[in-house]
T-cell receptor
């Protein structure tokens, strides 16, 4: 079966712009979690969506937001981009809530902010 | 909230030797502890997990041990091979509750041929 698909894979933006990233989970998975990965900081949790509802949120500013659609696909948006937002953004899907299940990660969207 | 720490941050071993990566967690209610491996340029993948009702779990050359009293768990890799070189992330959560998975910052394991 198809894995977790993230689009776009690479993108370059300038400070002040906004960006939208997309994640299509494995068919049947209802939870989508988003992580920011930067060198030395590991996988920092952004938020998790389950059945179109945000279930958990990490310690990121309000510029980071997300949503989930009825088909479980999820998007995250970052507004007013800053240089420090440059990172690999990974999404992961799981059957139910991420705290108790295997996460399947996508390949990530690498964002560069100039 | 939960805090997961990994140490050391880097580890280098000779091929064929064993490697041990240790993680500590802060929330005594955590009961699910997975390990993810991320090879260079690839996505993280689950390699083994353990729940708090067992103290050890093995899968071929890898094993995980859990010490609930001390709140730490460790990944053991025996007979290391060059393909074991990767970043290893430990994580913790409270399974069954509305709990997110909290990851450590990762340990880079290098296996010298």
């Amino acid at each position: 079966k198809a894995g977790v698909t993230q689009t776009p894979r690479y993108l370059i933006k300038t400070r002040g712009q906004q960006v939208t990233l997309s994640c299509s989970p494995i068919s049947g998975h209802r939870s989508v979690s988003w992580y920011q990965q930067t060198p030395g900081q590991g996988l920092q949790f952004l938020f998790e969506y389950f059945s179109e509802t945000q279930r958990n949120k990490g310690n990121f500013p309000g510029r980071f937001s997300g949503r989930q659609f009825s088909n479980s696909r999820s998007e995250m948006n970052v507004s007013t981009l800053e240089l420090g937002d440059s990172a690999l953004y990974l999404c992961a899907s799981s059957l139910t809530l991420s705290g108790a299940n295997v996460l399947t990660f996508g390949a990530g969207s690498r964002l560069t902010v100039l | 909230g939960e805090n997961v720490e990994q140490h050391p941050s880097t580890l280098s071993v000779q091929e064929g030797d064993s490697a041990v990566i240790k993680c500590t967690y802060s929330d005594s209610a955590s009961n699910y502890f997975p390990w993810y491996k991320q090879e260079l340029g690839k996505r993280p993948q689950l390699i083994i997990d353990i729940r708090s009702n067992v103290g050890e779990k093995k899968d071929q050359r890898i094993a995980v041990t859990l010490n609930k009293t001390a709140k730490h768990f460790s990944l053991h890799i025996t007979e290391t091979q060059p393909e074991d070189s990767a970043v290893y992330f430990c994580a913790a959560s409270i399974a069954g509750a509305n709990s997110k998975l909290t990851f450590g910052k990762g340990i880079t394991l290098s296996v010298r041929p």
